[in-house]
Nanobody, 126 residues
Framework: QVPLVESGGGLVQAGGSLRLSCAAS????????MGWFRQAPGKEREFVGA????????SYTDSLKGRFTISRDNAKNTAYLQMNSLKPEDTAIYYC???????????????????WGQGTQVTVSS
């Protein structure tokens, strides 16, 4: 297992920014990529983006490109989700997850992720 701890959520006004962190511990050498997902009230969890820990390659859901950016700090075993120009519809619980080596093109699939964080609430007020 790779325990993941998210932080950085909170309440922000529309147009504002937040940066979420996801710190991994334990067998971090097994992590191929880390993904971010979110679940809004009454909706299914959806893919936000992912980052390959080795070379920093990223993938995003199309609707969030340009506003959200994922980065990582391998020395800290931490991935970040920078969210800019936030909108009320970005309100959700945000989860990070880690996956072992596999097909990068499948990083949007929840099923490829083994370990999940507890989630952090992001609320965007209008």
């Amino acid at each position: 297992q790779v325990p993941l701890v998210e932080s950085g959520g909170g309440l922000v006004q529309a147009g504002g920014s937040l940066r979420l962190s996801c710190a991994a511990s334990g067998r971090t050498f097994k992590i191929f990529a880390m993904g971010w997902f979110r679940q809004a009230p009454g909706k299914e969890r959806e893919f936000v983006g992912a980052i390959a820990m080795s070379d920093g390659s990223t993938s995003y859901t199309d609707s969030l490109k340009g506003r959200f950016t994922i980065s990582r700090d391998n020395a800290k075993n931490t991935a970040y989700l920078q969210m800019n120009s936030l909108k009320p519809e970005d309100t959700a619980i945000y989860y990070c997850a880690s996956r072992p080596l596999g097909n990068w093109r499948e990083s949007w699939r929840e099923s490829v992720y083994i370990d999940w964080g507890q989630g952090t609430q992001v609320t965007v007020s209008s």
